[in-house]
């Protein structure tokens, strides 16, 4: 039997949490505000200049939170100290646009979620700039932030697959009773880093509550072309890869395995010219390289 948090009451609340201007911002907020209502709805900015600050309040169709440093896990925990107790917070990235009916969706999950809920989460399908690459196969979409489990509601063991921030939402009482985020991981400045929402999902289960994945409330993730690039992905998977060797979230003696096969056999795909599968071996074996990397620096 799972613990229980009680059940979440009233209307949801959403968090844009954004370190960029308000322009770069202005889709992924217009397509909230048609659905949200204004005083429901934070942009919360994180280590912004004050001008910048001020050019939000202008554009933001209800509250402006300020985090004065930089990193998303402080700005996602300041949204949650903004959150009313009771109910949940929805956490949107500000490159992610909701499909229609996404909050309504929301507010149905969480109205009828048991009180052993702790997270809900839904697809981030792409958008791409153009045609993506041949080599991009499915293997590789995690690493732009891509989720899609299917039509079907599941319960996730966050052990072995998480729903992600940039579509995600959460029992506030829960996530303030494991500390919120942990500001060790998310990216922060010019840190490229990750784990802080998986992280808050496996303490959440750790309570014993459940974490869902709901199918219909989806979002939109705006693909920049900086990303679709062999080098974007190798790096994304490096840093991943070392939150989790910080994390201890996937032993050392694994990681070692698996790089000793994933980079070997990356080169034999290259000699075939199989692009897809020469681009899956590599990325793994980046993101084993970056466990390793994590795994001998430790928690910092």
Request: proline residues 8%; contains cysteine.
């Amino acid at each position: 039997m799972g613990a229980r948090v009680g059940s979440v009451a009233g209307t949801p609340v959403v968090a844009v949490c954004t370190n960029r201007t308000p322009p770069e911002a202005a889709e992924a907020l217009a397509a909230l505000a048609r659905e949200v209502p204004a005083d429901r709805l934070a942009v919360v900015t994180s280590g912004l200049s004050g001008d910048l600050v001020e050019g939000h309040r202008r554009a933001a169709p209800g509250p402006v939170v300020v985090e004065e440093r930089p990193g998303l896990s402080l700005a996602r925990n300041r949204a949650l100290e903004w959150a009313p107790g009771g109910g949940a917070i929805a956490y949107v990235d500000d490159d992610a646009v909701i499909a229609p009916g996404w909050w309504a969706a929301l507010q149905r999950h969480w109205a009828s979620a048991a009180g052993d809920v702790g997270a809900i989460g839904g697809p981030i399908r792409p958008r791409w700039p153009d045609s993506p690459p041949a080599w991009i196969s499915p293997p590789l979409m995690p690493a732009l932030t891509l989720l899609d489990l299917g039509e079907s509601e599941r319960e996730l063991d966050p052990r072995e697959t998480t729903v992600y921030g940039a579509n995600i939402s959460f029992a506030v009482d829960a996530l303030r009773r494991i500390g919120g985020f942990d500001p060790a991981f998310g990216h922060s400045g010019s840190r490229v880093f990750f784990s802080e929402e998986d992280e808050a999902q496996r303490k959440l289960a750790e309570l014993g509550l459940r974490i869902l994945y709901v199918p219909d409330m989806a979002v939109e993730h705006v693909i920049p072309a900086s990303r679709i690039t062999r080098r974007s992905f190798a790096r994304r998977r490096f840093a991943y890869g070392q939150s989790l060797g910080i994390r201890r979230a996937r032993p050392l003696g694994v990681a070692l395995r698996q790089l000793g096969t994933s980079g070997p056999g990356a080169l034999v795909a290259l000699a075939r010219r199989d692009e897809p599968l020469y681009m899956e071996r590599a990325v793994r074996a980046a993101e084993n390289a970056g466990v390793v990397a994590g795994s001998l620096r430790g928690r910092r």
